[in-house]
């Protein structure tokens, strides 16, 4: 039963998934987190996280991941949660390479016609609001604690947000470092 | 030409050391294609990359989809998709197996609580840079605010937005543009 939720789940993601990693972030946690509850949101934050720090697209890390956790939380063993990882990776890929054949084999010529780019005159804000709606959905407690729980860590988590905002946005510093650096302030203030 | 082994462990290699997602694969899998193997001519390239760019699904797996059916039919597209699927598939699956573990360790707690923070930038960060991309003025700045709302506040489903968003763009493109 889990692993047909997963299949369904993880197909729909790569069906409308526009946008690439980042664009997909929204639906993969509105699925994972808010509708199945298979991942917290600080689990999703961490999936983001080691994606950034691994090789390879965001969206097959975090299929990976949550088939996964998905399966090892029901309480199934290493065996079947890694059939778990295989089915949402799997299914995630697999409207992809059909669209692509599909595409290559007839529709190539379709792509540069008004049709298509009208729709995307409303598709590429959209993906915009969409990305915006991942931040705002991952300001929360689970992230960044809160003023009335923890106000030193709450302090300190607005902070490393606005200097990593500053410091990947505007200063073009790697994200890979920034993390590398949040780590270590972590590690030093947050222990 | 191209053997299925070699675009197999082409894109296997890609996959393998690129850091920071599908757009850092780009260029690398521009130099093997174009100019290391001369599989695709560059302006070929271009186009491709901008279908896979257009289709939904992960990016980096689109363009190898593209490519190695161009390059050699259905088997071509099954050997670069799972080329570039599996390292991440298979180091993901490793780090999924003992995270738990890890993660109890206090340290790597604390590396993490300072961590969280700084992902949620890396997310807000690309927005500003797709908005910028995605030409938003002050006219059509209603469509990502409105989406963005939808979603967080009154907690409607990406996709109905993706679905919405496509729609609107034919109608207003179709009916209203010539206006």
Same mark, same amino acid.
């Given at each position: 039963?889990?692993? +047909? ?21 929204? *639906?993969?946690? %509105? ?22 720090? !691994? ?5 097959? &890390? ?9 399966? %090892? ?8 949660? !890694? ?28 792509? %540069? ?13 959209? $993906?915009?609001?969409?990305?915006? #709606?991942?931040?705002?959905? +991952?300001?929360?407690?689970? &992230? ?5 729980? &923890? ?7 607005? #902070? *490393?947000?606005?200097?990593?905002? $500053? ?25 | ?9 082409? =894109? ?76 991440? =598939? ?90």
């Amino acid at each position: 039963m889990i692993f +047909l939720q997963l299949f369904y789940t993880f197909f729909l993601i790569g069906l409308f998934g526009f946008g690439g990693g980042y664009g997909m972030l929204s *639906l993969i946690q %509105n699925e994972t987190v808010h509708v199945h509850g298979w991942l917290s949101t600080a689990e999703f934050t961490n999936i983001v996280a080691i994606s950034q720090m !691994t090789p390879g697209p965001v969206g097959i &890390n975090s299929a990976t991941y949550c088939g996964y956790t998905a399966v %090892n939380n029901a309480g199934y063993g290493m065996m079947m949660s !890694t059939l778990g990882s295989a089915v949402a990776t799997f299914a995630l890929v697999l409207p992809s390479f059909i669209m692509m054949i599909v595409i290559a084999r007839m529709f190539m010529k379709y792509m %540069n016609t008004p049709t298509v780019q009208h729709i995307f005159l409303g598709l590429r804000p959209g $993906v915009v609001g969409l990305l915006a #709606a991942a931040t705002l959905m +991952l300001l929360d407690k689970e &992230n960044f604690s809160s003023w009335a729980e &923890n106000p030193w860590q709450f302090s300190i988590s607005v #902070a *490393l947000f606005v200097a990593t905002f $500053v410091g990947t946005y505007w200063l073009h510093i790697n994200p890979i470092r920034m993390i590398g650096y949040a780590a270590f302030a972590g590690l030093v203030l947050l222990y | 030409m191209s053997s299925y082994s070699l675009l197999f462990t082409t =894109f296997f290699k890609i996959g393998a050391f690129t850091l920071g997602g599908g757009y850092a694969m780009l260029p690398i899998i521009e130099e093997d294609v174009v100019d290391k193997y001369h599989w695709i001519k560059k302006e070929e390239f271009i186009d491709y990359v901008a279908v896979a760019q257009s289709c939904p699904g992960v990016f980096a797996i689109n363009l190898a989809t593209f490519v190695g059916y161009k390059l050699k039919g259905k088997k071509g597209a099954l050997c670069t998709t799972l080329g570039s699927a599996l390292p991440s =598939f298979l180091i993901i699956l490793a780090i999924a197996m003992f995270l738990h573990h890890i993660m109890e360790w206090h340290w790597v707690e604390a590396m993490f609580r300072g961590i969280r923070p700084a992902v949620v930038a890396l997310i807000a960060a690309p927005t500003f840079t797709l908005a910028k991309s995605a030409h938003i003025t002050l006219s059509n700045c209603w469509i990502p605010i409105a989406s963005a709302l939808l979603i967080w506040g009154l907690h409607v489903n990406p996709i109905w937005i993706i679905i919405a968003t496509g729609l609107g763009g034919y109608v207003y493109g179709k009916y209203l543009i010539n206006e």
